[in-house]
């Protein structure tokens, strides 16, 4: 048996059982289009190119396996901050712990609404952006999302927006199997701030498409719970306009498997579209970044920053790519990836690529890891800071890149505090 045929029977076994939710004729046909591309694909085995570094088993198994629950008296992330939240439990919708869907130039709805209606400008993003996305690197976990998604937010952002919105993800089932899909839409000169955290379930799959039209910046941080048991795969697909703006970051702590999947593509020119992320793990962690960037406009600046603090056994993946077409003329295409080992039972997989078409560009990317500066380290000791401290400054350092990523200067202080209190909780 060849292995796709392998892949496609195992996908079968996968989806025995599971129906598409129903909805009204633009839902039903894209869910029915999704479903066909994951059957054609199959689901990822630890043999695709780009599962070679991640298992992809206990994402791709018929039962989420158990993951208990994390009990913290820790202030939740974000709580200081005026922002419209949205709460899911387990995948589930929380009305009552929800704030009212009203905002100046906003308007939200949810998935499970927004499908049963014949006519909806969620047509018009619902499963495009995901399926533009599988090619040339097939994704069937998303497409998976795209079909059988029964929740999520749809978003349309029609001007300048101050307030951010936050969706929030509380975990309270051991064996919660949560799958939402997201759809936002920014017109033209709009300006949206989306927060995310927490651990959501004990199997997460999400999808998020967004559109980001000419003039239009879009700005997104998320923090992934601290579960240490959890499991996740998440994706954005994005599409950036003219002279449009997209900034996303991530800070991951703890969690047995994450993997973080962007697509984004420069369509229009002049556009900026930032991508970031922290990871710090410890023990049983696998934290997987698998990034492309497609340039298709001129003059257009793409960055990925990513960093990862590794111990005790835990393992880092990027996967990076920037693909500059024959057009995209004046591109400035950035990508780093680093790994911090803090003893020698970690380790770092890194897989960065550059493909160019255009003659007219600056574009660069590098992949380190190291462990702790000793010299730094004892600088910082010989002036009376003890080893435990001095280290967890050089950490907080090391991933400052990658934090300053985010724009406003209230969320990067938000982040850093969460990171302070990680390596606080760690050295006690």
């Not at 994951?38 to 158990?66: F, H, S, V």
Request: net charge negative; with cysteine.
């Amino acid at each position: 048996m060849s292995a796709l045929a392998k892949k496609q029977e195992s996908t079968a076994a996968r989806l025995e059982g599971l129906a598409l939710p129903k909805g009204g004729a633009w839902a039903t046909e894209a869910r029915e289009a999704a479903l066909g591309r994951l059957q054609t694909m199959g689901l990822p085995q630890r043999r695709d190119e780009y599962w070679k570094y991640t298992r992809p088993d206990t994402l791709t198994q018929e039962n989420a396996p158990e993951a208990s629950l994390f009990v913290s008296d820790e202030t939740p992330l974000f709580d200081e901050l005026d922002r419209l939240k949205i709460v899911f439990v387990d995948g589930v919708f929380d009305a009552g712990q929800s704030d009212d869907f009203a905002g100046e130039n906003l308007t939200i709805e949810r998935l499970s609404d927004v499908a049963e209606a014949d006519i909806h400008w969620a047509r018009d993003l619902y499963g495009v952006l995901e399926a533009n996305g599988q090619t040339p690197v097939e994704r069937p976990l998303a497409a998976m999302n795209t079909a059988f998604a029964t929740d999520g937010v749809v978003i349309h952002v029609t001007g300048p927006v101050e307030r951010p919105v936050s969706l929030i993800y509380r975990h309270e089932n051991t064996t919660s199997d949560a799958i939402l899909h997201h759809v936002i839409k920014l017109d033209a000169g709009a300006s949206f701030t989306l927060l995310e955290n927490g651990p959501a379930a004990a199997r997460f799959n999400k999808s998020m498409e967004v559109d980001v039209a000419d003039g239009a910046a879009f700005h997104h941080v998320r923090a992934q719970g601290r579960d240490h048991e959890r499991r996740a795969v998440t994706h954005i697909f994005a599409r950036l306009g003219t002279e449009s703006v997209f900034k996303s970051f991530t800070l991951t702590v703890n969690g047995r498997l994450t993997r973080n999947e962007a697509v984004i593509e420069l369509t229009g020119d002049d556009a900026v579209a930032h991508i970031a992320g922290a990871a710090m793990g410890d023990g049983d962690f696998l934290h997987d970044d698998t990034v492309f960037v497609t340039h298709d406009a001129v003059n257009c600046e793409s960055r990925q920053v990513f960093k990862k603090v590794l111990r005790n056994g835990a393992t880092g993946v990027f996967q990076g790519k920037i693909l500059v077409k024959k057009d995209a003329q004046k591109t400035d295409g950035y990508q780093i990836s680093q790994s911090l080992m803090l003893d020698d039972d970690s380790q770092f997989l890194a897989k960065p690529e550059l493909e160019i078409y255009a003659d007219d560009v600056a574009c660069s990317h590098g992949s380190t890891s190291g462990a702790i500066d000793e010299d730094a380290l004892f600088y910082l000791r010989a002036r009376g800071v003890p080893r435990d401290i001095a280290t967890d400054l050089l950490v907080l350092s090391f991933v400052a890149e990658a934090v300053e990523e985010i724009e406003h200067e209230s969320l990067r202080d938000a982040i850093n505090t969460r990171l302070e209190g990680w390596l606080e909780r760690r050295r006690g």
